[in-house]
């Protein structure tokens, strides 16, 4: 239930709260209306103002009991809770339909709780779960059918985010019944990007890099010709983590490179295999042992978590890393504390050879939203899925915006986290730049919504007043941005993980030995085992049950084309 | 006669026993009907009267999984180190202590030694890698001057075991040492008087006094601690270990774990949850009768 989405979006409202405020400092006045928000009681919705649809009003109303998760950063406005809310008010005023809360828990605990709560017999009507848990709770006989009541219910806008990727619906449907609506979001923002140091590049004199040769060659220069000029021989090339792969400092995108896609199930001759045991990752891991050999990467990355290349990032002492679009929200502003100048630039995964290199991505549903079996209103769900995405899709009328998600007078107060109905668009980062581009290069920011607007005078404010914090906007929404490579990737330069069911038997019981083999294996390879040991390995990888779990996924692909 | 009249007079403290009687029955024994998990799939709702019965496959499970005799091997190496070194640690800091004469110093230490026991092992991971760290590490920086290493505690997977026994050690002595402390001052001083004027030396003071007086403690505790030979400690492995030393560092709770994260085992978690139990309680038993054998020692 802890959406990456989520966490990005409250990553970049934090950082735009620090720009905003240093562009009020500035002596701009901000643009839009800024009424003060009314101290102490609730104030009154404005509901009859927003031109909003709904599909169902319920007289007398229904009573819908749920759960919630919640994580540290949850705010709310003077009087409100988890419990009474724009959101709960929406629902009981418009919809007629009563939302309450069993209980409330921390994201992190959601997953743990809500097993505890339903092996005890206390199963919410309406409330989210994993994969993993969809198929349990329907094996157990506790989900209701959702097949009929989606299909004569559904609204236009609903069936088009639901089915704009078409593995959503399939992930929630078991034996042709569907059983949970998915929790679209954007799977492409999984995508790793090729992240560089522009200054250093400046610095040094070099171009932007066409092909693998070139990231090589950048990694070589950034480790020895000393691109910060401080005269010691303290920076590395590529920083990497000792869980080798992830959204920050992973290398799936350097194996990408040479066409080589760990840990994912991809088609090749007519079956799905898996790339972790494919024969391209032996000359990527050629590749990465030189360079390791060479000081271009942190010698003790093998031990290093995520903090800790964080900390090698602030420090300005690297140059390279693989990661997703968002990563200029974190880690990569970090540098700017020590180094005001640093300004990383996003690139699209070079390739080893002439043809075009994919980015590697699975699938972005996190989770479903599933109905007990019994409650007498299984139709209800689909009406609350219909009032978000036919009023907040797509929406640019600031009142409305302001209302349901946020606004940008409380940056830290994001309204949609008290509700579990949160669907995403999976091309809405896309067209989200593209709007932003479109509106600079025109200088006319008036179509845009007032979240939008701010990051266009973010931009601006780099470009005109040389405010440098703000190059982390420019980095991923601004010309050229990060946002655009992923508009790349999502045509044709991405290749996506096949398998999204749920663990075959042969993985569940397998695949937590496997893994660590292939994690040590190639950590062991870069640090300097010989190459043979990768063939090793994929010989180990058959014999100790990787057969058994490539029929078993070539099986589902057949029952689920 | 009289013990009737015994138990007359024994009725109030059976009725101040009883509450945690009753507690443990509640808390301690009734949950064991919950054992049955381990041979069941279980199912959320059913619960664990309602769920498929699949007999020994949680077991079979485990065992199929490859590596799982490395792993029940490492578990097994790490812990027994741990226990080993758990005890001789503590027993040599607590006698050199004890014949420290200023009072102050002596409160210094101990305080300063136990204190690294209530730090969470989150946050020490974070301060081992950066002083063992075989670049810029103090312990290397160290290291170095007298012409060894630079060691790769962290990073190589035969010293790694070692490095958790260290660290484990420098933690936990503190805690331990205290014990020790409180079982020394149990002894008769006038043995010590007597030893002095027979001519006995120091070291012979220590051996034949100091040693057998505290033995009873050491083979308490060690004991106690043969029923932990299957934890190695999760909090600490999975926080420092990382893939180049998952051959000799993945040990049973962070396999498990890894097993949690693929699905909702409930039924494979308790099936190992059974298996370490038994194991200790075997453990413990036979430990307690070579100890009850040889040491003529009984804690029951």
Redesign the interface.
């Known amino acids: 239930m802890n959406h990456p989405t989520e966490r990005t979006r409250m990553r970049q409202l934090v950082a735009l709260l620090l720009l905003v405020m240093m562009l009020v400092s500035c002596g701009e006045p901000a643009s839009g209306p800024t009424p003060p928000p009314a101290a102490g009681a609730v104030p009154e919705d404005s509901f009859g103002a927003l031109d909003l649809v709904t599909t169902v009003h319920y007289d007398p109303p229904i009573e819908m009991s749920s759960v919630a998760a919640v994580d540290a950063t949850i705010k709310f406005l003077d009087g409100n809770d988890i419990h009474n809310n724009v959101w709960t008010r929406a629902y009981e005023q418009l919809l007629g339909i009563k939302l309450t809360y069993q209980w409330v828990v921390d994201g992190s605990m959601y ?1 743990q709780k809500l ?1 505890l709560s ?4 206390d ?1 919410p009507d309406m409330f989210g779960v994993s994969a ?2 969809l198929h ?2 329907h ?4 989900l209701a059918d959702l097949t009929s009541v989606y299909e004569t219910l559904a609204s236009a806008k609903t069936r088009d985010v639901l089915t704009q990727d078409p593995v959503s619906l399939k992930a929630a449907t078991i034996d042709g019944k569907l059983y949970g609506i998915p929790l679209t979001d954007a799977a492409v923002a999984s995508a790793p990007l090729l992240w560089i140091r522009q200054d250093w590049m400046d610095q040094l004199g070099i171009d932007p890099p066409t092909t693998m040769a070139d990231a090589l060659e950048i990694s070589r220069r950034f480790t020895e010709e000393d691109p910060d000029g401080n005269g010691v021989a303290d920076t590395i090339g590529l920083c990497a983590t ?3 792969w992830g959204a920050i400092a992973g290398l799936q995108g350097f194996f990408n490179g040479y066409h080589a896609y760990p840990n994912i199930w991809y088609e090749r001759d007519g079956k799905l295999v898996y790339g972790s045991v494919q024969p391209e990752m032996r000359s990527a891991l050629e590749a990465l042992q030189k360079m390791y050999a060479q000081g271009q990467l942190d ?2 990355f ?4 995520i ?2 290349v964080t900390e090698t990032i602030a420090q300005g002492k690297c140059g390279m890393e693989f990661g997703v679009w968002w990563n200029p929200y974190h880690p990569l502003n970090q540098s700017q504390a020590n180094y005001p100048q640093a300004f990383w630039s996003a690139f699209p995964i070079p390739s080893v050879d002439g043809v075009p290199a994919k980015s590697q991505y699975g699938s972005a549903i996190g989770a479903f939203l599933v109905v007990r079996q019994g409650y007498e209103h299984p139709e209800a769900l689909i009406h609350m899925v219909n009032f978000w995405s036919d009023n907040i899709l797509g929406s640019e009328d600031d009142p409305l915006r302001n209302t349901f998600l946020g606004s940008i007078e409380t940056p830290d107060v994001v309204l949609y986290k008290y509700t579990p109905v949160v669907l995403w668009e999976p091309n809405a980062i896309i067209n989200d730049g593209n709007k932003l581009r479109d509106a600079l290069a025109s200088k006319d920011p008036s179509g845009l919504n007032l979240d939008a607007q701010w990051r266009y005078r973010i931009i601006q404010a780099y470009f005109e007043q040389g405010i440098l914090e703000a190059w982390v906007e420019v980095a991923t929404n601004g010309p050229n941005g990060a946002t655009t490579i992923l508009e790349e990737i999502a045509a044709d330069r991405g290749q996506l993980n096949r398998f999204y069911g ?2 075959t038997p042969a ?11 292939q ?2 294996v ?3 390879i870069i ?1 300097g085992d010989p190459l043979d040991a990768f063939d090793q390995f994929v010989e180990n990888w058959y014999n ?2 990787g057969t058994e779990i490539v029929e078993e996924v070539n099986l589902w692909a057949e029952r689920n084309q | 006669m009289a013990s009737r009249k015994n138990l007359r007079r024994e009725i109030p403290l059976y009725v101040m026993l009883a509450p945690a009687v009753v507690l443990v029955l509640i808390y301690s024994y009734a949950p064991m009907v919950g054992i049955v998990m381990a041979f069941q799939r ?6 664990i009267f309602g769920s498929p019965w699949v007999g020994l496959d949680n077991f079979a ?1 485990i065992l ?5 005799l490395q ?1 029940l091997w490492n578990t097994i190496r790490i812990a027994g180190l741990k226990a080993v070194a758990g005890v001789i640690v503590p027993v040599t800091v607590a006698l050199m202590l004890n014949n420290v004469t200023s009072q102050a110093f002596k409160r210094t230490v101990q305080t300063i030694i136990y204190l690294p026991h209530f730090l969470s092992w989150v946050i020490l991971a ?1 301060i081992f ?1 950066d002083i063992l ?3 810029e590490g103090v312990v290397n920086l160290v290291l170095k001057q007298v012409g060894i290493g630079p060691i790769y505690f ?2 190589n997977d035969k010293i790694f075991p070692w490095t958790m026994v260290g660290t484990d050690v420098w933690k936990s002595f503190g805690f331990g040492a205290i014990v020790y402390l409180a079982a020394l001052t149990d002894i008769d001083p006038t043995l010590y008087e007597a030893a002095v004027v027979d001519g006995a030396s120091r070291r012979q003071q220590t051996r034949h006094i100091t040693l057998p007086g505290i033995s009873g403690t050491i083979i308490m505790l060690s004991t106690l601690s043969l029923g932990n030979i299957l934890n190695a400690g999760f909090d600490q492995i999975f926080n420092l270990y ?3 030393v ?2 000799t560092g ?1 040990i049973i709770d962070t ?1 498990v774990y ?2 949690g ?6 039924g494979v978690a308790t099936a190992v949850g059974l298996f370490k139990s038994v194991v200790s309680l075997l453990l413990i038993g036979i430990a307690y009768r070579l100890a009850a054998k040889w040491a003529d020692y009984r804690i029951f």
């Open positions: 997953g097993g339903v092996n005890s017999g199963i993993a848990q349990l709770f094996e157990a006989g506790l000792k869980s080798l010698p003790e093998g031990v290093k978590d903090n800790q749920v663990p993985m569940a019981e397998k695949m937590p030995t496997l893994d660590p083999m994690d040590e190639i950590t062991k640090m100790l049950g | 279980v199912l959320p709702g059913r619960g499970f199929r999984m490859p590596n799982i792993v974070g890698v760290s075989p670049s962290l990073g990382s893939p180049l998952y051959r993945d396999l890894r097993i994260i693929v699905n909702f085992q409930y």
